[in-house]
């Protein structure tokens, strides 16, 4: 088979359908989760809201919400069996990944696999299985927690962000792979940046030049939260995105052409049609064909 063939069936691959009744949840979810994430910053000292005490009751708050919103967007986006099927599948591999690399350096090897599938699969089916697969590790490696419903939303944003990229139909070859490693290295350093905010409103009444002030202005408070990123997560976050630019300019030619045949073997965009069927046609002694 020629590179042209091969190139017309990549390009049948289709990503999973996503309906406008998909597209409002998921533009709900994002509201909400850039609320829950900034709340803090933009909460008056005197309004009771900026306190460490508050936040995990938020944070067991969004957990049912997250798992409302992958439900809703499984049975709006047009998942069949088949796309479950691949969306555990998938969910099972990135979080037997995450304990490879967790705690080492921030190498976490699932973010590259998040990248791909997003890619292929589209933002609505990657936005649910970076939840899913968040959830899928944490019950995995006990990391059960009130920071694991603000990982969910990170790496649904994370997975979902891959699928939104350009040229899914028809941008191949090294520009894809140049595109796919910028975008996970700074993907990765945005997970690391916005997973930062939910720990930072945590550390507070240290009094240190770094330390989260609910009675400061927001730009000063937006001054000791750059340092606290500087001096805290830095070095992961660099880690994370140096792991994932390595593994897509190495893997991802193999693991993009394996993805995209499932994608177009699974048919994804197909719709079952139903008709009355076909009545054999008459021969000219009256009988239909096979009568005696």
Not at 4 to 22: D, I
Not at 260 to 271: E, I, Q, S, V, Y
Request: hydrophobic share 50%; proline share 6%; net charge positive.
């Amino acid at each position: 088979m020629s590179e042209k063939e091969v190139g017309a069936r990549e390009r049948a691959a289709r990503p999973v359908r996503l309906g406008p009744k998909s597209v409002a949840v998921l533009l709900l979810t994002g509201a909400v989760g850039v609320v829950a994430f900034g709340w803090p910053l933009l909460a008056g000292a005197g309004s009771g809201l900026a306190h460490a005490k508050d936040a995990p009751w938020l944070f067991a708050a969004l957990l049912p919400l997250l798992v409302a919103v992958v439900v809703a967007t499984i049975s709006e986006s047009g998942m069949d069996a088949k796309a479950v099927a691949m969306l555990g599948v998938l969910a099972a591999v990135g979080a037997a990944l995450r304990p490879l690399g967790a705690g080492t350096a921030g190498l976490e090897p699932m973010f590259f696999l998040m990248v791909l599938s997003g890619r292929v699969l589209g933002p609505g089916f990657g936005f649910v299985l970076g939840s899913v697969t968040m959830f899928a590790s944490a019950l995995l490696t006990g990391g059960v927690g009130p920071w694991m419903p603000f990982q969910m939303l990170s790496m649904g944003w994370f997975t979902m962000g891959a699928g939104l990229l350009p040229g899914a139909d028809r941008l191949r070859g090294r520009a894809e792979l140049a595109m796919l490693a910028v975008y996970g290295c700074v993907a990765a350093f945005a997970y690391g940046t916005v997973m930062n905010l939910q720990g930072w409103v945590l550390v507070n009444g240290l009094h240190s030049g770094i330390s989260f002030d609910e009675g400061a202005p927001l730009h000063e408070n937006l001054v000791r939260f750059l340092a606290y990123c500087a001096a805290t997560s830095l070095g992961w976050d660099l880690g994370r995105a140096a792991l994932t630019v390595v593994l897509t300019l190495t893997l991802s030619p193999t693991l993009l052409k394996a993805l995209r045949r499932a994608t177009r073997r699974a048919a994804f965009d197909a719709r079952a049609v139903f008709g009355e069927p076909e009545q054999p046609e008459k021969q000219p002694g009256g009988t239909a064909p096979g009568s005696p």
